[in-house]
T-cell receptor, first 113, second 115 residues
């Protein structure tokens, strides 16, 4: 089936540093979504991307929809301790399976004060 | 708070028992989704509804699993004859019916432990 590969699997950074993570697939997706999940909670939607090449920001977060439609990237600038958590990418194909999101296995971010 | 709510938050049950979880979506959202998440993995799609119609079911949803959404409002997910492999976080999400793209908003999940 479809798989999304997220990398890196985990990151340990110092407060104030910038962070980059990415998500790749062998399949084309028409929508990319980025979520953050804290322990014991549901994922929280951060950014949604709808067009190839699109670059969208949400505060210190910036995400890009890859030109090939098979990848997406998330950057966090000037990290702070509350950025700690697991970041998931999710893709939607936008056809008859429009309701179904396929998720990666996450990037775990640790921020040292 | 107008977010997605799920009850219970935690459920411990013995193998072989039946369990039922409830999800209340955001009020103006007519799409509702169920996902399952195990430790170290991303959520895996189980099924989704548009209003009261169940439009897709994953192969992960064995015949012991059934989901309903009567009247197109809240939904229930029932697992019959639970097995230890059913232990997971069960997540519910909802979205508006938007052409081709669906921003899904998740609830806090129900963590099931089968002993």
């Amino acid at each position: 089936g479809q798989q999304l590969n997220q990398s890196p699997q985990s990151m340990f950074i110092q407060e104030g540093e910038d962070v980059s993570m990415n998500c790749t697939s062998s399949s084309i997706f028409n929508t990319w979504l980025w979520y953050k999940q804290d322990p014991g909670e549901g994922p929280v939607l951060l950014i949604a991307l709808y067009k190839a090449g699109e670059l969208t920001s949400n505060g210190r977060l910036t995400a890009q929809f890859g030109i090939t439609r098979k990848d997406s990237f998330l950057n966090i600038s000037a990290s702070i301790p509350s950025d700690v958590g697991i970041y998931f990418c999710a893709g939607q194909q936008g056809n008859t399976n429009a309701g179904k999101s396929t998720f990666g296995d996450g990037t775990t971010l640790t921020v040292k004060p | 708070d107008t977010g997605v709510s799920q009850n219970p938050r935690h459920k411990i049950t013995k193998r072989g028992q039946n369990v039922t979880f409830r999800c209340d979506p955001i009020s103006e959202h007519n799409r509702l989704y169920w996902y399952r998440q195990t430790l170290g993995q991303g959520p895996e799609f189980l099924t989704y509804f548009q209003n009261e119609a169940q439009l897709e079911k994953s192969r992960l949803l064995s015949d012991r699993f059934s989901a309903e959404r009567p009247k197109g409002s809240f939904s229930t997910l029932e697992i019959q004859r639970t097995e230890q492999g059913d232990s997971a976080m069960y997540l519910c999400a909802s979205s508006k019916d938007r052409l081709l793209s669906y921003e899904q908003y998740f609830g806090p999940g129900t963590r099931l432990t089968v002993t």
